[in-house]
């Protein structure tokens, strides 16, 4: 379950900016693992950088509003939400003197970020590398497009080595310095153009980039930190989604000594037999005695949570519509629910007692018609 950012910060959906940034103030004093050495601080200190990248931030905050913690979280990753929230200077603004050492008691600016971001890797340094993004499909009905599902997947994904916990090494043995690329994890080459020498720095074939390697290799990865793994992942379907839809759920993907990758679902809606959609109206065909489409009367319809009686005006023809309010989809990642369309179809019987021929003749005959289809003419 995404964790609500206004819980996070301790204020009400109806905050000022002023208020969220007061509050944000006083538990990034409380949580900042420099001064709080609690096991969960480091945790706690980026939840609340979280939420105030979003809450702080008019744009990023309607779109919270709009779509709700679960969705929001499905649609925007880390880089996403952090994406032009500058530190420094909010902590500058707040009496933060970084940079300055021995003044504040707090790291520099770029430990914060390796912290949030989880930039350093188990080896304490270089950049690591992401895990792939994995894509899986997923079939569910409209019942389950509507009112939302959890649904567990099978994935074959790669995942921690869980003998050596990533880092390649074998138990016991030392991480060493790469000396390949001397712990930077990048290496460069020079090269000799008609425009002059040029430079290429590329990750370090040697390390991946991470600075360091291990003295013995992992017997389980062989040195990679990776295994692959058969999972089970249980996925919350938002409301409103249809054939086409792609969610993401972040870090759910591929292990990567840096941080893993995202997985990526894409979704079928499997068709109902009592309903067609249309956008996030539902549409479905119902069946009239002609009588009631000729007096009115009242009929059973299904939707997609119960049956309900409708009224039938008289005078009805086939074709006709009926329309009930709310009673469509879910407008997904929005407010708002489609409505259910029902068209008639005034059902004619195909075979008669003979009671009701006398009376079908009787009324054609007050109609002024005979059976024959010919008009009678009163006034000759």
Known sequence: MA????????VKKEATTDEIKQAYRKLAMQYHPDRNKTKDAEEKFKEINEAYAVLSDPEKRKQYDTYGPVQF??????????RGFDFENIFRNMGFDFGSSGQSGFGSIDDIFDNLFNRNSQYGQGSGSRGNDILAKVKISLADAAKGAKKTISLKHIAQCDRCAGTGTEPGSKVLQCP?????????????TPFGVMQTITTCPNCGGVGKVPEKKCKKCS???????????EVEIPQGVDSGTRLRLRG??????????????????????RFKRRGDDLITNIKVPFYIAILGGHVTVPTMDKEENIRISPGTQSGDTVLI??????????SGVGDEIIIIQVEI???????????IKKYSELDGTDVSGKKKHFWK
Request: net charge neutral; with cysteine.
């Open 3 to 10: 964790k609500d950012f206004y819980d996070i910060l301790g």
């Open 73 to 82: 979280n499905q649609r925007y990753s880390e880089e996403d939400i952090f």
């Open 180 to 192: 390949t690329c001397n712990g930077r994890g990048q290496v460069s080459a020079m090269r000799r």
């Open 223 to 233: 040195g990679t930190g990776r295994i692959q793994k058969n999972d089970t992942v």
């Open 252 to 273: 759910l993907g591929d292990y990567g000594s840096s941080r893993r990758g995202d997985l990526y679902i894409d979704i079928e809606v499997e068709q109902d037999p």
């Open 325 to 334: 309010k709310g009673k469509g989809v879910p407008r997904f990642g929005r």
């Open 349 to 359: 019987p195909k075979k008669l007692t003979a009671e009701q021929e006398e009376l």
